[in-house]
């Protein structure tokens, strides 16, 4: 069975990453990529600068560019990827649902909205109930999934882990690679030599998305988990792999191995793109690891990696790691959409 | 008044740093440098393979290194700075002492002895008093005073300035420079396009040191201060200025401005090589300062800097920075030598 | 005596080298700072984002900006500085030369018009003499000085030194740092773990203007130096210092030794902002040497650095270093400034 | 048919390339590892330090490391790669080869001896008549093949594709990554915003070895190509890719696209490990290319990629790039294993 499938946004890093990713798919066929106006009617290798480190497939090379309204894509594609800039996408995004669209969205609108569902299919896939609530009060006929923030997705598998032992309170700090920021968000004036400690908006989408994640929902609404998140968000001078501190405080004592078990042992979902095992995790016998430049890119850049673990006195430390345009943007949104076909929503 | 002074372990990179720094001090002057036993007997020139960015001073240039033992330093140095080390530190040491020298230590060793300062001169000046114990206890005529690790050095002060709302918990994440592991400390190949979340050994002294450095000494016995604190540490691709994001648990619940107005009247100290202001904040509208590159050289290197402060639901989170070469380690020993001198014990 | 300058396009990053640069001057006082339309009226402090790693000086923080017009700067401004794109320069800058402003630039738009001099103070001040010629043909009351692109002027100096020896082909390689393409020129996702083989029109300007410098000025025309100059130009990933290798066929045979003497004997020229040694030169003992970041700062930044000279079957090779935001850009028309006020231009 | 390998020194930098490149080899099978007498005895998990991107290939990760003697290496093995240090490689190949064993050497050591062949498949495999000479010279039994150096390998396809047009005069600078110094040969501190200007030895390897692999073999004697050969060679912060500029004097006069037509048409080799293309070119559209991070990998890691191709007034001027642990390391070893199995030599 093959769907076919279009990328809203796909000149840019991570619409260069969707493409890569959807190269060899088994089920999902690329058969429309959308950019501005001005690329509209160019053929992709023209509108998008290759940034990638592998070839652009050659059909996709030669595929023209369409504007990005419903109009212009073809109406035999089943399944958007949005990984527009969020304030496009907040105008675009709902002219796609109103036409009947289902988009799975990498945008960072609408992710807290009450009726959104915001999924990581191995943590949450009850939460695509959401689309019923979305349907009713929007009037629509598509559906709208978003996945996180890449830095959010990096750090709530873990929490998730955690959960079982009473997840209290996170103070976690964040060291995040330049391709977050898209090609031209970080200077190199801004990074070599140094480290900046702020990101936009970034420590509120870690705070806000992790709860809604791990909150509940019980077919109508969505309760927000209960824990106290507060974030301190870093870039540095790495090109791809996020690496974040965790600091966990938990109503339960559970050791350092204990942790790494729940970790280890977390489910894995049964779609394509998932990784065998969802968290791997290092040992005392190597606490340097996970680090970005080695592991970054372990189960196809799917899996997240954990390390350090460590009890404190109210609870755990640890680290943890994800590729931050694969499991992070690109690799996410493509999961959304293999479980929304998995599902039945497409 | 010039006091001559003696670098112990002099041809590493915190010993160029000391060479540095001293060059233009108005009171120390440089009369001693030793190092391990190959390079006793050579040109200092010839001994260490100079690496800071000024040229080595001229008269230093040709100054003979001499082994590190009692017999070969000079009788009329009257203060030494140790940059050994701490595995050569814990044995060398003890003989100076036994000798009658007085000792500056930016080594490891003995930092958490119950008989042994801790000393920043602006937080804790008071406990130089341990001299006294030490002495007693040890039966040495000289005196040994640490100043803490880099790393712990960057926090602490804000840490203090935080204390007047009930400090509880602190969770600190840092974002170390390389030149803090030593010249050949980290490999580029550990370090380019990555990041360590590890370095051995530091989470625990930033979690001792910063509370021996808190803590109330009464005369006789020092207590430790009975906040938590956990740290993670980490090194990113940055050569200078170690960057700090603090989580910190308050009994009262001060607003961002009382907390950075707390932290630009912590008191400095009038000594030579003191800064002005030891805290500089950045307010909210500089949210992505300090920096490393940008901040490190703050006040010659010797202030701290701070940022980010925002309240949490327990508290405050904020950034801190120090060059670490600088404030944390030669220029911190050089501080505590001048306490010495101003405080009688020279 | 106190000349007043100003300067045009103040904002970026090379605007805000000239006022670190300026800011102690001896002579130089900053009276003036324009840039575009949407930034004048703006305090200085807000219309820049200050970048620079010392603080900006507090007057002239509070300066106000203005346009970059003849008409909005004071009367009393003796010298501007030109620091503006030059697709900007080549409108703008002739407005103030009809006006009677004598204008030191370091924007690229005419270096190569045969009656504007295109001066190193030290290597060609004869070359100003082409102001006479540049009033005439073009009526103009004020005068236009450029100085080379910052990777001509970091080898031409050492060309000049070889020139005794018969200079005849030159093949170079340059390794420049990301400061050269301005403030948000070269992007993170670019140069981390990369280097970029090519600068667009970099490799020409070297070509050109390094012929133009050597050239010989007669008082009435300018010949072209006529060697041949073939460059390759590269950014890597270092802040500021660019490197390059030259290989110099020349028609004589010195061997290594009289090459060194010959580059350190150039003279240098009595200016304020001059280095005291023109060209300094490492020898054979240390063949890894210039570096950038340990040598881009010798006498404050305005001094080329050489090293590595060996002889080759057709001349020499050799490395060479200047710091490219102050030697090759802010230094070098201050530089020029201080030449014209010597020679009686102003 | 299946060809037992094995590797002598197997726990570094280069060695661990070689596991990973032989991981899924058609023919060859892994079935030695050798390392120091300290590692000797230990399961390769525990003696290395395992730092490629990839996981330990699970067999590999429990074999025994053995010492490098002929005496513990199993009989069975029919052809062994070499990556030691060339110091202890000078001592122990020669053990080896009067044991009867091929060995295919990645050492520094003897290449430029006139009875030893220095060989790129694509470029020189007749050179592997020298085996005859070798033997006959030294009485082995087995034979002596090494591949040039990685700075090297990188240019001399492209020089071949030159020679076409009458090859006179070379200048070459390199921009070279720091995996070329081995795990721990470039520290952090000296190559974060820098650039060193010598490598030793590299220089003079790159003249030389060039020379012998563009030489003529007769079946008795090789000649020396007689083009003039200078090269500078730097190491950049870059973690894998040699770049290097190439400045070509030649005999004729060919255009650029002959130059660029030269390059692509340049035969390859039908071997399992060679690239179906030898050299990628870039045209003129693309002048920023080759770059280290986005072309190392072209072909997995073992094809030249050139661009930048512009005529000068005795030449031409170009770019080219590979990868230097594989193509210029590991993966040059087993294509000249490859080759000896093929003519025969096992």
């Known amino acids: 069975m093959t769907v076919h499938v279009g990328i809203l946004g796909a000149t840019g890093a991570v619409g260069q990453r969707f493409i890569q990713l959807l190269d060899e798919h088994p089920t999902f066929e690329l058969a429309a990529v959308t950019a501005s106006e001005a690329s509209a009617g160019k053929r992709y290798a023209e509108a998008a600068k290759w940034r990638v480190d592998t070839p652009i497939p050659e059909e996709i090379a030669d595929m023209e560019v369409v504007e990005t309204t419903p109009e212009a894509v073809p109406d035999d594609v089943d399944l958007l990827f ?13 002219a796609f649902l109103e036409d009947g669209y289902v988009v799975s969205s990498n945008s960072s609108n609408d992710r807290m909205a009450p009726d959104v569902p915001l999924t990581i299919p191995e943590i949450n896939p009850d939460h695509l ?20 923030n890449c830095s959010t997705i990096t750090m709530v598998p873990t929490l998730s882990a955690l959960d079982e032992f009473g997840l209290e309170r996170v103070r976690v700090s964040t060291l995040q690679a330049v391709s977050g920021a898209g090609y031209s968000g970080v200077t190199s004036m801004e990074i070599i030599d140094n480290a900046l400690p702020h990101i936009g908006g970034e420590e509120e989408k870690m705070e806000t998305e992790s709860r809604k994640l791990l909150g509940s929902f019980d077919g109508a609404e969505l309760d927000l988990h209960d824990a106290d998140v507060s974030a301190s968000c870093n870039r540095i001078p790495t090109i791809d792999g996020h690496l974040e501190n965790v ?36 040992g005392e016998e190597q606490p340097d690891r996970p680090q970005p430049r080695l592991d970054r890119t372990t189960e196809n850049g799917m899996a997240v990696v954990a390390g350090g673990v460590e009890t404190t006195v109210d609870g755990v ?13 690109a690799g996410a949104s493509i999961l959304n959409g293999e479980l929304l076909v998995e599902e039945g929503w497409i």
Chains 1, 2, 3, 4 share one sequence.
């Open 129 to 148: 109930g959401l689309i019923e609530v979305q349907r009713e009060e929007r009037g629509w006929d598509g559906a709208l999934v978003k996945n996180p």
């Open 317 to 329: 430390k640890y680290n943890c790691l994800a590729h931050n345009t694969i499991r992070g943007a």
């Open 247 to 282: 600091f966990a405080a938990l109503a339960e004592e559970p050791d350092a191995e204990e942790v790494r078990e729940a970790m280890r042992s977390l489910p894995g979902i049964d779609l394509p793109s998932a990784p065998d095992q969802l968290i791997h995790v290092f």
């Open 82 to 94: 949005s990984s527009l800039p969020s304030g496009v996408a907040s105008d675009v995004e709902p």
